[in-house]
């Protein structure tokens, strides 16, 4: 019996023939590691940019967005849970779309880009590499929206075809990724520098979890962090917790906690930062660090304003506002 | 009188032979558990490969190897080797 150890994430498994990793997708059949839903979504949608959410690039277009079952994380508060908490063979509902498919798909529906999301796509990652590739080379963006548990040396290789990074940061302690998600802090903050060492556009998000993870001085630490490590223009958005999965006995997230974190945040450098999942909150708007110029008007997904001038400048007082612009 | 003790002497000697072994095999069962937990990447899940085969084999699923993983050596499978 030939067992395998996986080199792809932190977790490490060693895999047993006839098993699968603690993902539930990559599987050992014969002695050979097999990555079940290459080629197989079960989540095909097209998306705003801002649903990702990405704010600070390419804001107002359209992305081709797909997830295949398994995560490599097991959040109690998992909002995508029924694709995430499953493997292929547990899932009816599959699309299947080599990439060269889902390219032409893309294109065909004018896309901006492909979005590779819903479960984490680390463990759909061979997939994403060959479609990213072709989406690249057929000048598509490529959005990789994960919670950035994955090793450095296969994260450095993807990031050669990766355009935009939405990386998850749960929160800034260690106890509440064992307690909550089953994993670790540590290699998630290594990722989230390698995304910016390789040159990957990135923005952060953060699920302000009532009781959870909502303390300020822990998120002012954070915050400190980002600022140090990915550099104070790097967005970081406060997003509104909904109770849903295993985590239905607490209650939706005060908006005065998101505004809380939001100015504890500003406070401590950061010059982008964001409210989500509370529509027309002023905080979903983009505003000029330097004047307070309204640059992007945001409610919802939807812009109802953009002031950015062509080349991205500030029209009051021609700051290069940080993104990847129109 | 005597026979009576010595009933109730090998009852005894039965029923704390019985308990020491359920305490042995609780220990045994936590100590398993602790070294599974404390051998770093043990994580797997068992699951109905035939299963999985039958829907590889109608194209549901896909049988693509993947990247970014090695034989396990013996240390890494827990001294069983690969």
Same mark, same amino acid.
């Given at each position: 019996?030939? %067992?395998v150890a996986c080199e792809l994430c932190p977790r490490a498994c060693v895999i047993p023939e006839g098993a699968a990793g603690d993902c539930r997708v990559r599987v050992n059949i014969g002695g050979k590691l097999r990555a079940t839903t290459y080629g197989r979504p079960s989540a095909i949608h097209i998306d705003p940019m801002e649903k990702k959410p990405l704010y600070h690039f390419h804001p107002g277009t359209q992305v081709f967005s797909l997830g295949t079952a398994g995560c490599n994380l097991h959040c109690l508060n998992c909002q995508n849970w029924q694709l995430s908490q499953r493997g292929g063979d547990e899932i009816e509902e599959v699309y299947p779309a080599e990439p060269a498919e889902v390219v032409a798909a893309a294109q065909g529906e004018r896309c901006r880009g492909v979005a590779y999301t819903y479960s984490d796509p680390v463990v759909f990652y061979e997939y994403v590499e060959d479609t990213a590739t072709l989406a690249r080379a057929a000048g598509l963006a490529n959005v990789f929206v994960t919670a950035a548990y994955i090793n450095r040396e296969p994260l450095r290789r993807l990031c050669r075809v990766l355009d935009a990074a939405h990386g998850d940061l749960k929160a800034f302690d260690d106890g509440f990724y064992r307690r909550v998600s089953g994993a670790t802090l540590r290699p998630v903050l290594d990722a989230l520098v390698t995304f910016r060492e390789e040159g990957v556009w990135i923005e952060i998000i953060n699920l302000v979890i009532p009781t959870l993870n909502d303390d300020l001085a822990m998120i002012r630490r954070m %915050? +400190?962090?980002?600022v140090a490590e990915l550099g104070a223009d790097t967005p970081l958005h406060f997003s509104?917790? *909904?109770? *849903? $999965? +295993?985590? +239905?006995?607490?209650p939706p997230t005060p908006v005065e906690t998101l505004r809380r974190a939001r100015a504890e945040a500003l406070d401590a450098g950061l010059r982008y930062v964001y409210v989500g999942n509370v529509q027309g909150d002023v905080g979903s708007s983009t505003y000029c660090p330097r004047d307070g =110029?309204?640059?992007?008007?945001?409610?919802?997904? =939807?812009?109802?304003? $953009?002031k950015l001038t062509a080349e991205g400048r500030c029209p009051t007082c021609n700051d290069k506002i940080p993104g990847v612009w129109l | 009188?005597?026979?009576?003790?010595r009933h109730w002497h090998r009852r005894d000697v039965r029923f704390l032979a019985l308990i020491a072994m359920t305490a042995l095999l609780i220990a045994l069962h936590l100590g398993e558990g602790l070294r599974l937990a404390a051998r770093e990447g043990s994580g797997h899940r068992v699951i109905d490969v035939k299963a999985l085969e039958r829907r590889i084999d109608a194209g549901d699923l896909s049988d693509r190897e993947?990247?970014?993983?090695h034989l396990a050596t013996p240390q890494e499978s827990g001294g069983g080797g690969p």
């Open positions: 019996m030939s %067992a %915050a +400190r962090w980002i509104r917790f *909904q109770p *849903q $999965y +295993r985590m +239905r006995n607490l =110029t309204l640059l992007i008007g945001r409610s919802g997904f =939807t812009i109802t304003d $953009y | 009188m005597i026979t009576l003790a993947a990247d970014w993983y």
